[in-house]
């Protein structure tokens, strides 16, 4: 197709800075205070529905020979049907990039930047994502490969710097609680892992072929995005200590020291966390627009100002931050994960009936 521009290797780029930012920061704290010290067991219950369902997913793509999902179901059932699963596409979108602007704005106003107005945070934000997207999604994948070797770089060296901290003998006793709270732990991992169908809405970009296996080793190493923070956290702080901090995984930063003159390195954290959110709300805001199919410029740059606008105001909104987190808890991430497991279903349902149907048509037309 003359739109796929990416090969797989920039699209993994982008989706590790992407995904990678809710699996290993944002779902930390929340999952943490849902499921306690059996949290990592959540974590594998869910790692192991995710690969199931990457699979599932993948018969999707050899289906649509990765052509535009929608306009594939345009021309196989009625419009409406594909544009209200366009419609919910772009809602799910800016929700994830309107989470991430709010939870981004408060972290650097609570740790960095006490006394900088959160507007004119958000502002600079927006505006620098805004910018990405309007100029496509070959400036966010070159982005992307440029910011996340030393991402994760940081992230290995974080880990090792830590190790004479942790004990996971803290990890057990397992299932102190019982199994309840590690299945309210797996909504929240599912909620993070489950961004990787954003891959269905961008496909028709990729211009290389990807294998099974090269997906699934994608996802297990989504799943190591949040099994390592979530066992770190425990390791380092203990059950009860881990689950009232903020942000447990930049807490990890504040531990680490070279020697005994060189500490303080928490700053590195900002490289890593500016990375992550700046890739996920500039493909966010790029997919929306693309979805929409907006024939100029001036329409794409329109709807990205309004768009913008919005994750301002969202992030400016007078309410603190306990209640950010009961919502997210309470409504919003249960909300997009049971609604994106039922929304991929059906699109699973839908393509394969289309695929389906069209090997009936030529079966017909070999036989007349």
């Not at 990416?6 to 779902?27: A, E, R, Y």
């Not at 990890?252 to 890593?272: A, K």
């Not at 699109?347 to 090997?359: C, D, E, F, H, P």
Request: charged share 10%; hydrophobic share 55%.
């Amino acid at each position: 197709m003359k739109d796929a521009t990416l090969t797989f290797f920039q699209v993994v780029c982008m989706l590790m800075l992407t995904i990678g930012l809710m699996n290993h920061v944002i779902v930390i704290p929340i999952l943490m205070d849902a499921a306690k010290r059996d949290a990592w067991i959540s974590v594998i219950l869910a790692g192991i529905f995710f690969i199931v369902w990457v699979c599932l997913l993948y018969s999707t793509f050899t289906k649509t020979r990765q052509q535009s999902v929608f306009l594939l179901l345009r021309k196989a059932y009625h419009p409406a049907i594909s544009n209200v699963l366009a419609a919910i596409a772009c809602v799910y979108l800016f929700m994830m990039c309107a989470i991430t602007m709010r939870d981004t704005v408060t972290w650097i106003h609570v740790a960095f930047s006490p006394k900088m107005p959160t507007f004119f945070i958000a502002l600079l934000l927006a505006c620098i994502c805004l910018t990405n997207a309007y100029l496509g999604i070959r400036s966010i994948a070159n982005t992307a490969v440029l910011f996340l070797p030393l991402v994760i770089f940081l992230g290995f060296f974080v880990m090792s710097a830590n190790y004479t901290h942790k004990s996971y003998i803290l990890l057990k006793p397992f299932l102190e609680y019982g199994m309840l709270p590690v299945w309210k732990g797996v909504v929240f991992v599912g909620a993070g892992l489950i961004e990787l169908i954003i891959l269905l809405f961008m496909q028709q970009h990729i211009r290389s072929k990807y294998s099974l296996l090269s997906l699934l080793i994608f996802a297990v190493i989504l799943i190591g995005l949040t099994f390592g923070p979530v066992t770190g956290a425990i390791a380092e702080f203990g059950p009860a200590q881990s689950e009232k901090l903020r942000y447990p995984a930049y807490e990890e930063w504040r531990l680490v020291n070279i020697g005994r003159y060189i500490e303080h390195m928490d700053f590195l954290s900002i490289y890593q966390w500016f990375s992550g959110a700046f890739i996920r709300m500039s493909l966010t805001l790029f997919l929306i627009v693309d979805i929409l199919r907006l024939d100029s410029n001036a329409k794409r740059m329109m709807v990205l100002v309004l768009l913008a606008s919005l994750l301002v105001a969202i992030a400016i909104l007078p309410f603190s931050d306990n209640v950010f987190l009961d919502m997210l808890t309470a409504h919003i991430l249960p909300f997009m994960f049971y609604t994106m497991v039922v929304y991929s279903f059906v699109i699973i349902v839908l393509v394969n009936w289309t695929s389906r149907r069209r090997g009936m048509i030529h079966e017909e037309k070999k036989g007349n």
